[in-house]
């Protein structure tokens, strides 16, 4: 769900690997947890080629940069009149990871500048900044925290929203606090966390400006957690997220009041087997009201799962199955049901050459008010998947080339595309 709460950034970089040390929950007007090889060229590095980093007193730094180049055939993500460009990347980072005997502090900071040849009002800069870790009490509790600032942009790919000529600039920032304990087998946890959202105002392409800070918006959500661990290596566990999104401006452009609670109901079971297959499956139930009493509520039943598969000691295979329920000023619809399967595959040709694939499918179907026109949009259907190698030419330097497949399908006339992308990055890291 837009909800804040229902996904994560699954990663800082938006073409980076510090995608992956983000909090997901808390990205969610572009989607970074899409499993493309342009946005994530090394999940893993070999263990003969990973970066030493330098120590600093009782922290370990990893400063790096990448340098890419992207082409695309469709700039504008639009079905019709297709325009092709190069997108130059530069995406410095660096994080910090303590390296104390007890308690923990991690913070990453990042950027990515991009360049269009051609059309140079699309050109972006985001930032990111995240800090995490948690405080030991007890041998069997602990204190987790933790904050993010973040200033991104919306994908041209992104269909919740109105487009302006540039691309749309939004903050997001906030935090979040847990505590965690275990008594033999049984396991307790709490959570609150705390997120906003700010947008920019857009300009469209006739000039006129697109006020949108009717999304802005701060979503408060508290966890509950219970978990039992039966066997050494498998515990059964339940959740409980509850929540309320709360816009600055109660009433929307559409006139529709979105504020309003929902919460999510987990129940599953992590495990460990032959210390080759980890992960966790689980069911979850979605449930999400709004204080217009014209906007029907959004709820459903949905399979979740999150996977990492070892057959062998040079192959890694990734599974994950995810949902929730997304916001959206969409004039015709209160919100959307979301399910995006993914599967990549990481495999070491040699010590130093590793190979991968990816493909994921994601469903977005709308909960479209009373009334809406028969063209309104239903749903959005969107298949990616790609390939790409990379070369580790030393623990500082990589080359890494892929390529990306994509496609939307829509029942909204004329709003489709298909979307071919290469991707060419020279990684360097300490």
Do not use: C
């Not at 997901?24 to 090889?37: C, F, M, R, T």
């Not at 120590?55 to 993500?77: I, Y």
């Not at 990734?318 to 049901?337: H, K, M």
């Not at 026109?373 to 239903?378: I, K, M, N, T």
């Amino acid at each position: 769900m837009s909800r804040i709460s229902g996904q994560i950034l699954g990663a800082l970089v938006v073409a980076g690997i510090f995608v992956l040390s983000l909090t997901p929950e808390y990205a969610e007007a572009q989607y970074y947890d899409d499993p493309g090889l342009g946005q994530e060229p090394v999940t893993t590095f070999p263990q003969d080629y990973k970066p030493l980093g330098i120590r600093a007193g009782s922290f370990m730094l990893h400063p790096g940069v990448q340098l890419a180049a992207e082409f695309t055939d469709n700039v504008f993500f639009t079905q019709n009149n297709t325009v092709n460009d190069i997108v130059y990347h530069v995406r410095p980072y660096i994080t910090a990871q303590s390296t104390w005997s007890r308690h923990s502090l991690n913070v990453s900071a990042a950027a990515d500048f991009a360049f269009y040849g051609d059309y140079s009002s699309q050109n972006y800069e985001d930032y990111f900044f995240n800090v995490d870790g948690r405080v030991d009490v007890k041998n069997r509790s602990y204190f987790s925290y933790g904050g993010n600032y973040m200033i991104l942009h919306e994908d041209r790919s992104n269909r919740d929203s109105v487009q302006g000529f540039d691309p749309t600039k939004y903050h997001t920032y906030g935090w979040n606090l847990g505590y965690d304990h275990s008594f033999n087998r049984l396991s307790l946890g709490a959570a609150y966390a705390m997120q906003w959202l700010d947008y920019d105002d857009s300009v469209l392409p006739d000039g006129e400006v697109l006020d949108n800070q009717d999304r802005d918006r701060r979503e408060d959500n508290w966890t509950l957690r219970a978990g039992y661990q039966f066997k050494t290596d498998m515990q059964a566990y339940v959740s409980y997220t509850g929540y309320r999104v709360k816009y600055d401006e109660t009433v929307d452009r559409g006139g529709y009041e979105r504020s309003g609670p929902g919460y999510t109901l987990n129940g599953g079971l992590s495990f460990t087997l032959t210390g080759k297959l980890n992960g966790d499956l689980y069911v979850a139930y979605h449930h999400r009201t709004y204080d217009d009493p014209t906007l029907p509520g959004i709820d459903g039943w949905a399979m979740g799962a999150g996977l990492q598969w070892n057959p062998t000691y040079l192959t890694s295979v990734y599974a994950r199955v995810d949902s929730g329920i997304e916001e959206t000023v969409n004039q015709f619809s209160s919100g959307y049901f979301r399910t995006l399967y993914s599967v990549r595959v990481d495999h070491e040709l040699t010590r130093f050459i590793q190979l991968n694939a990816f493909v994921s499918y994601s469903n977005n179907d709308y909960t479209e008010i009373p009334g809406a026109p028969q063209d309104a949009r239903e749903y959005d259907k969107i298949w990616r998947n790609g390939v790409g190698a990379t070369w580790f030419i030393n623990r500082s330097i990589y080359l890494n080339a892929s390529y990306a497949w994509e496609k939307l399908k829509t029942n909204v006339p004329d709003d489709g595309y298909t979307v071919n992308r290469i991707w060419l990055v020279l990684g360097l890291e300490r």
